[in-house]
């Protein structure tokens, strides 16, 4: 197993993003206070980790390499 060329840009994909969130969520989500929890109905939380992972696969299929300025 080998890191990829450009590991070090990691950081700046969508992919790396939301698996990031996805791995502190557990841990932070008990500090935050009650109003955010309320932000969200607890029966869309399964459905909003979902999104974030999917979002991550999504993140890791499409070309993230920034265009050249015209």
Do not use: C, N
Not at 31 to 41: C, D, G, N, R, T
């Amino acid at each position: 197993m080998r890191l990829i060329d450009d590991w070090r840009s990691a950081w700046r994909w969508f992919s790396v993003q939301a698996l990031a969130i996805l791995a502190a969520l557990p841990l932070v989500w008990p500090s935050l206070p009650v109003e955010v929890h309320a932000w969200m109905p607890e029966a869309w939380r399964p459905y909003a980790i979902v999104l974030l992972a999917l979002g991550g696969l999504a993140g890791r299929l499409v070309d993230q390499t920034p265009k050249a300025a015209p």
